[in-house]
C-alpha cells in the first residue's frame, strides 16, 4: 500500500475517534479546560517558588519558563500522537491484540490510528502561551538560525517523548500489567525537563544526555537559544542534535515495538 | 458502628491483593519525590531560608505529601461515580446502613492500607535519599494520628460530592477532574502553602483543602505546636464536620432524583 493511503486511512481512523469525543461536546470542552488547567497549576508553584528565590542554579524565571513551554508543547504533541498506545496493554490482557495481528495492516499502524486523544491539544495550549511570554522575558535576539532550532526541537523532543511511549506499549507485551512504572519516564521526563538539568546530579544528568536523551528535547535547544555554556561540556552546536537523536529513539522504538510484537504470546483468554 | 468497622476491614483487606499495583506505585512515588527534591536543593542554595523552612524541612515537607497522595486520595477515585453510572448505587441505597457512612468507612480501611504499605516506605525512603526531620516530641505522633484522620475525612467529603455530581451529569469525571485539579494545587501538594504571597496565603490556609495535606505535613514538622496546634487541628475538624454535612444533604437530594427502573 502506498504511503499516501496509509495518510489517508490514518486520518479516515482518528477522525471517527475524534468524532466520537465531540459527542459530548460540554464533556470534552471540560476536559481540555482540565488539562490546561492541570498544568497551569504547575506552573504556577513554580511562580510561586520563583516569588520566593531570586534564581534556579543561576537560571531566571523567563529562561526556566522557556524549558517549560518546549517541554509541554513536545510532551502534548507525543502524547496527543501516541494515545492508541495507551490502549496497547488493555488489548494484550483481553486477548484483544490477536484480533488486530489478523488484519492486512502493519500492528503499529492500527495502534497509533485506534485514537487520537484530542483534549490532550489543551496542554499544547499551556506551553505556547508560557513559551511566547518566556521569550519576550529573556529577550532572546531571534536569528533564522535559532528559529530553526526552537521549530526542530518542539518536533524532535516530541519525537523523542512519542518513542519514549512505543517503548513503554512495548513493555507491556512482557509484562501483560499496566504502565505505572511507564508513567515514571514519561511524565517524569515532563517533570525532568520543565527543570534546568544543571540542578541535576551528575549521574542523573549524564543518564539523561548520553543513554534516555531527555536533555535534547529542549535543554540543550534552550542553551542554544540562550547562548548559555553547558556545564557538561558538549558544545554550542549540541542544540543542533535533536533531529539527530530523535531519529536514533525513533530507531530504537520501531526495533523494541517490532520485537515486542515477535514475542507476542496470546493470554489466551 | 460493627458494620462499618467490617466494612473498612474489607476495604482493607482488598487492597492487599494488590501487592504488585502497591510496589509499582512506590516505585513511582519514590523517583517523583526524588524528581521534586531536587529542585528544593537548588532553590534552598539562593537561599537558606524560605518562610521559615530551611531546606531540611522543605525536603520533609516533600517527602510527606509525596506519601500522602494515596492516603487521602488526592487524585481521586470514580467507584461512587461508577456506580451511580451503572445503577448499581440503588442496590447500596437500600442497605440498612448510611450511604455516606458506608463509602467513608471503605475510604478509612483504604486509607490505613496505604499509610501503612505507602507512605511508611515513601517517608523511609526519603530519610535514606536525603535525611528527613523527625518530630521532637512525642505528642507529636498523637497530633499527626488526628490530624491524618481528619484529613482523611476532608478529603473523602470533597472526592465524594465531585463524585455524586454524577447523578446530575454522565461526566462526573470531568468536573471532578476540574475539582481535584484546584484541589491539588491548593491543598499544600504542588509548594507549601507558607510559600505563596502574603496577600494570597491567609485565603489558602483558610480552605478546607490546606487540611487534606498541608496541615498534617505541618504537625509532622512541628511548625504549629501548642495552642497553634490546637486552631489546626480545630479548623480541620470544623471543615471535615462541613463537608461531611454537605455531603449528606447532597445524598438526600441526590437520592430524591433516583429513579429505579425496572426490569
Redesign the interface.
Known amino acids: 500500500m502506498p504511503l499516501r493511503e496509509y495518510w489517508r486511512l490514518y486520518w479516515r481512523l482518528v477522525g471517527a475517534s475524534a468524532r466520537g469525543q465531540m459527542q ?1 461536546k ?2 470534552f470542552l ?2 481540555t ?2 488539562v490546561f ?2 498544568n497551569l ?2 506552573f ?2 513554580l511562580l ?2 520563583y ?7 543561576g537560571w531566571s524565571l523567563g529562561e526556566v519558563a522557556l524549558l517549560w513551554g518546549m517541554s509541554a508543547v513536545s510532551f502534548a504533541l507525543a502524547d496527543t500522537i501516541a494515545s492508541g498506545f495507551d490502549l496497547v496493554p488493555a488489548m494484550i490482557r483481553q486477548g484483544d491484540f490477536d484480533r488486530l495481528l489478523t488484519r492486512p495492516l502493519g500492528a503499529f499502524f492500527q495502534t497509533i490510528a485506534a485514537r487520537l486523544t484530542l483534549r490532550r491539544l489543551g496542554r499544547i495550549g499551556q506551553g505556547l502561551v508560557i513559551l511566547a511570554v518566556a521569550q519576550g522575558e529573556v529577550a532572546i535576539p531571534w536569528t533564522p538560525g535559532k528559529l530553526a532550532v526552537l521549530m526542530v526541537a518542539l518536533a524532535a523532543g516530541a519525537a523523542i517523548f512519542f518513542s519514549v511511549y512505543i517503548l513503554g506499549a512495548a513493555y507491556a507485551f512482557w509484562t501483560v ?2 504502565t ?2 511507564v ?2 519516564f514519561t511524565y ?1 521526563g515532563t ?2 525537563t520543565s ?1 534546568p538539568l ?4 551528575g549521574w542523573l544528568r549524564r543518564f539523561v544526555t548520553f543513554i534516555f536523551p531527555l536533555a535534547f528535547v529542549n535543554y540543550y535547544p534552550a542553551l542554544y537559544l540562550l547562548e548559555r555554556p553547558d556545564p557538561l561540556g558538549l558544545p554550542a552546536w549540541a542544540g543542533w542534535l535533536s533531529p539527530l537523536v530523535a531519529t536514533l529513539c525513533c530507531v530504537v522504538a520501531a526495533w523494541g515495538w517490532s520485537f515486542g510484537v515477535r514475542h507476542y504470546q496470546s493470554t489466551g483468554s | 458502628m460493627r458494620v462499618y468497622l467490617e466494612i473498612g476491614k474489607r476495604a482493607f483487606q482488598r487492597e492487599l491483593v494488590y501487592r ?2 502497591n510496589l ?2 512506590l ?2 512515588n519514590a ?2 519525590g526524588y ?2 527534591a ?2 528544593l ?3 534552598f ?3 537558606g531560608d ?2 521559615g523552612y530551611n531546606l531540611q524541612d522543605a525536603l520533609t515537607w516533600n517527602w510527606t505529601v509525596q506519601a500522602l497522595i494515596m492516603v487521602v486520595g488526592l487524585w481521586g477515585g470514580w467507584e461512587v461515580a461508577d456506580t451511580i453510572r451503572s445503577g448499581d448505587v440503588v442496590s447500596d441505597l437500600s442497605k440498612p446502613f448510611s450511604f455516606l457512612g458506608f463509602w467513608l468507612a471503605r475510604d478509612y480501611g483504604r486509607a490505613i492500607y496505604y499509610l501503612l504499605f505507602r507512605a511508611l516506605p515513601v517517608v523511609l525512603i526519603g530519610q535514606l535519599l536525603f535525611g528527613l526531620r523527625w518530630p521532637h516530641h512525642a505528642i507529636t505522633w498523637a497530633a499527626l494520628a488526628v490530624s491524618l484522620a481528619l484529613a482523611v475525612s476532608i478529603g473523602f467529603a470533597f472526592r465524594f460530592m465531585l463524585n455524586l455530581a454524577a447523578f446530575w ?3 462526573a469525571r ?2 471532578g ?2 475539582g481535584l ?2 484541589s ?2 491548593l491543598s499544600g501538594f ?2 507549601p502553602l507558607a ?3 502574603d496577600w494570597l496565603r491567609p485565603v489558602v490556609q483558610a480552605l478546607p483543602f490546606a487540611g487534606i495535606v498541608q496541615t498534617p505535613a505541618d504537625v509532622f514538622l512541628e511548625r504549629v505546636t501548642g495552642w497553634a496546634l490546637m486552631g489546626a487541628l480545630g479548623q480541620q475538624a470544623l471543615w471535615a464536620a462541613l463537608l461531611l454535612g454537605a455531603a449528606q444533604g447532597l445524598v438526600v437530594i441526590a437520592t430524591r432524583r433516583v429513579v429505579v427502573q425496572g426490569g
Open positions: 459530548y460540554a464533556s471540560l476536559a479546560a482540565g488547567a492541570a497549576f504547575d504556577g508553584a510561586v517558588l516569588h520566593r528565590i531570586p534564581h534556579l542554579a500489567e499496566g505505572e512504572v508513567n515514571t517524569g517533570t525532568m527543570y544543571d540542578i541535576f546530579h | 504488585t499495583k509499582a506505585g516505585f513511582t523517583c517523583f524528581l521534586r531536587v529542585p536543593l537548588a532553590a542554595e539562593a537561599r524560605i518562610a451529569t454522565t461526566d470531568g468536573v477532574g476540574l485539579i484546584a491539588t494545587f504542588l509548594i510559600f505563596f504571597p
